[in-house]
């Protein structure tokens, strides 16, 4: 027996204007099967929860890196 699927959630690259992305929407409602689209704003969560994944990327890259170079000067 198979699984049935009623929602997909589709992430575009970048955050569009809401006039920009009309061309994605009106394509998307193209696709067979498709009953509904409905775009989501970015709002200042969303904001947050970016930085706070970039300011923590970040430490972390930073960390790996002076490692490395902390291995080095010991080595």
Do not use: C, W
Not at 23 to 28: E, K, P, Q, T
Not at 29 to 57: F, I
């Amino acid at each position: 027996m198979t699984d049935r699927i009623r929602h997909v959630t589709v992430t575009l690259d970048k955050d569009y204007r809401d006039d920009d992305v009309e061309s994605i929407l009106n394509a998307i409602k193209m696709v067979k099967g498709v009953s509904k689209v409905q775009p989501k704003v970015v709002d200042v969560t969303e904001h947050l929860a970016r930085a706070t994944v970039q300011a923590d990327l970040e430490g972390k890259i930073y960390k790996a890196v002076h490692e490395v170079f902390e291995g080095q000067r010991k080595g």
